[in-house]
């Protein structure tokens, strides 16, 4: 719980989706974007750019190591870059928050500089698993040590020159993936990294966009130490992640009728789309174009009657952070959705299966957890008092439920909305979600 107190959101039952809107910019862009950018030569303006706590974090990160960065102001950020080997010594531990992204990205980005750093979060970023970066950038050797649970805070210390490896990633993630190719960018010789399945690939694109050869063959992704990037201008797209929140809610919402601009829809991140589809969505896809490297659109959805569906594997990692979202339409589609081969889901901001779990039956919905997955029975949901847990996104998901419920859902902790969505409950209840927000002071 935050030291500002209980935000509560309460929404009333009810109501639809109407209209046009573009939800803030991509997190894992906005991130990848500050990184490369400063360690760019030259000047890269970055538009788009999500004013969220987790992006945010980064930006000041990279400000406290020396790096001139202006903004954001209204999506536009612009940094000078100081070349691959001129980030500053911080005088600070570097804050990350909430961001798992920026912890996972940074020690990779870090280890090779000659710098002494360490990276700290919040309680939840804390107890998530370090080890499954800490372990191969060990191997190319960097000096990381951490807590006894291999958790945060990570202290990094100068390692000399690093050498490349060759990892067979145990679990399929983007954040280790990205981790080791940017410890890469430092290493001696190859770096490569073998993906158990695809997941999002915006660190290959957007070191592409800097001028950076990476090299794909299959499910292998290699990069050479030693290159430089230059600098270059990134339009960043609408998040399909908050875009999700919005796509589930016109589907369960009867008479809704909502486009959503400009939305990223890069095929390791369509998973949303696929599935929800399976469930009898009525979502289309307009206006694919292509922006700075990632395919873009805008995303129509109308309102239809949908049905549980046991969801396929291969669409697991390419919705990871929609899960929250996908709950709340199979709770309010016929019949039973199941959901397995998404253990990761556990250890998230919150471990995300117990919780939308436990949240579920708060409303009234038929939820069991399984070690991996969720298996859930569509049908009433009744409303009542949800806990997030400090998770945006289970905050974000419950807020949709209320347009299917009978009575009021009060959801608490939703404070961190904020590190990915600053601006949702203006931008939802513009759109028809009958949704308002108070404080409950200290807990
Ligand atoms: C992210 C990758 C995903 C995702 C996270 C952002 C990224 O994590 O859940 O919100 O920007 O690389 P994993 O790659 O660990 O699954």
Same mark, same amino acid.
């Given at each position: 719980?935050?030291? !500002?107190?209980?935000?509560?959101?309460?929404?009333?039952?009810?109501?639809?989706?109407?209209?046009?809107?573009?939800?803030?910019?991509?997190?894992? +862009?906005?991130?990848?974007?500050?990184?490369?950018?400063?360690?760019?030569?030259?000047?890269?303006?970055?538009?788009?750019?999500?004013?969220?706590?987790?992006?945010?974090?980064?930006?000041?990160?990279?400000?406290?190591?020396?790096?001139?960065?202006?903004?954001?102001?209204?999506?536009?950020?612009?940094?000078?870059?100081?070349?691959? #080997?001129?980030?500053?010594?911080?005088?600070?531990?570097?804050?990350?928050?909430?961001?798992?992204?920026?912890?996972?990205?940074?020690?990779?980005?870090?280890?090779?500089?000659?710098? /002494?750093?360490?990276?700290?979060?919040?309680?939840?970023?804390?107890?998530?698993?370090?080890?499954?970066?800490?372990?191969?950038?060990?191997?190319?050797?960097?000096?990381?040590?951490?807590?006894? /649970?291999?958790?945060?805070?990570?202290?990094?210390?100068?390692?000399?020159?690093?050498?490349?490896?060759?990892?067979?990633?145990?679990?399929?993630?983007?954040?280790?993936?990205?981790?080791?190719?940017?410890?890469?960018?430092?290493?001696?010789?190859?770096?490569?990294? !073998?993906?158990?399945?695809?997941?999002?690939?915006?660190?290959?694109?957007?070191?592409?966009?800097? =001028?950076?050869?990476?090299?794909?063959?299959?499910?292998?992704?290699?990069?050479?130490?030693?290159?430089?990037?230059?600098?270059?201008?990134?339009?960043?797209?609408?998040?399909? #992640?908050?875009?999700?929140?919005?796509?589930?809610?016109?589907?369960?919402?009867?008479?809704?009728?909502?486009?959503?601009?400009?939305?990223?829809? /890069? #095929?390791?991140?369509?998973?949303?789309?696929?599935?929800?589809?399976?469930?009898?969505?009525?979502?289309?896809?307009?206006?694919?174009?292509?922006?700075? =490297?990632?395919?873009?659109?805008?995303?129509?959805?109308?309102?239809?009657?949908?049905?549980?569906?046991?969801?396929?594997?291969?669409?697991?990692?390419?919705?990871?952070?929609?899960?929250?979202?996908?709950?709340?339409?199979?709770?309010?589609?016929?019949?039973?959705?199941?959901?397995?081969?998404?253990?990761?889901?556990?250890?998230?901001?919150?471990?995300?299966?117990?919780?939308?779990?436990?949240?579920?039956?708060?409303?009234?919905?038929?939820?069991?957890?399984?070690?991996?997955?969720?298996?859930?029975?569509?049908?009433?949901?009744?409303?009542?008092?949800?806990?997030?847990?400090?998770?945006?996104? +289970?905050?974000?998901?419950?807020?949709?439920?209320?347009?299917?419920?009978?009575?009021?859902?009060?959801?608490?902790?939703?404070?961190?909305? /904020?590190?990915?969505?600053?601006?949702?409950?203006?931008?939802?209840?513009?759109?028809?979600?009958?949704?308002?927000?108070?404080?409950?002071?200290?807990?």
């Amino acid at each position: 719980m935050s030291s !500002v107190g209980n935000l509560v959101f309460h929404l009333r039952p009810g109501g639809r989706l109407i209209g046009k809107l573009r939800v803030p910019g991509d997190k894992s +862009i906005s991130h990848r974007s500050i990184m490369l950018g400063s360690l760019a030569e030259g000047t890269t303006r970055i538009s788009g750019f999500l004013e969220g706590d987790d992006s945010l974090a980064t930006l000041k990160a990279f400000q406290q190591m020396g790096v001139e960065i202006e903004g954001p102001d209204q999506g536009e950020v612009v940094i000078q870059g100081v070349g691959m #080997s001129g980030l500053k010594q911080p005088e600070a531990v570097l804050d990350l928050g909430n961001s798992g992204t920026s912890m996972r990205l940074l020690s990779g980005l870090l280890a090779g500089q000659g710098l /002494n750093i360490t990276l700290a979060g919040d309680v939840s970023l804390s107890s998530r698993p370090m080890s499954r970066v800490t372990d191969p950038l060990s191997k190319m050797g960097a000096e990381i040590t951490m807590g006894e /649970n291999g958790t945060a805070p990570l202290a990094i210390s100068d390692a000399g020159s690093l050498k490349g490896i060759d990892y067979q990633m145990p679990i399929a993630s983007a954040q280790v993936k990205s981790c080791l190719l940017l410890a890469g960018l430092y290493a001696d010789g190859e770096t490569c990294v !073998v993906e158990p399945a695809p997941t999002r690939d915006h660190t290959e694109r957007i070191l592409a966009g800097f =001028g950076y050869p990476v090299r794909r063959t299959g499910s292998k992704i290699c990069i050479t130490g030693g290159g430089r990037l230059t600098a270059c201008d990134i339009d960043v797209p609408a998040d399909i #992640s908050s875009s999700a929140f919005f796509l589930v809610g016109a589907a369960v919402a009867d008479g809704s009728d909502l486009t959503l601009e400009h939305v990223g829809i /890069n #095929s390791t991140r369509d998973g949303v789309i696929n599935i929800l589809r399976l469930m009898g969505a009525n979502i289309e896809v307009m206006n694919r174009r292509d922006v700075g =490297g990632e395919p873009v659109a805008d995303l129509q959805v109308r309102s239809a009657t949908l049905k549980g569906i046991r969801i396929p594997e291969d669409q697991v990692h390419l919705a990871i952070d929609e899960f929250p979202a996908i709950f709340i339409a199979a709770a309010c589609a016929e019949g039973e959705t199941v959901l397995t081969g998404a253990e990761e889901l556990r250890v998230k901001e919150s471990d995300r299966i117990q919780v939308m779990a436990d949240g579920l039956s708060a409303i009234g919905v038929d939820a069991t957890a399984t070690q991996d997955g969720i298996i859930i029975q569509g049908g009433i949901i009744k409303g009542g008092r949800v806990d997030s847990h400090g998770d945006h996104r +289970i905050a974000m998901a419950f807020s949709m439920a209320a347009l299917k419920s009978e009575n009021e859902i009060v959801i608490d902790d939703c404070a961190n909305v /904020n590190t990915s969505f600053p601006g949702f409950v203006a931008l939802a209840a513009g759109a028809g979600l009958m949704i308002n927000e108070n404080r409950e002071g200290e807990r």
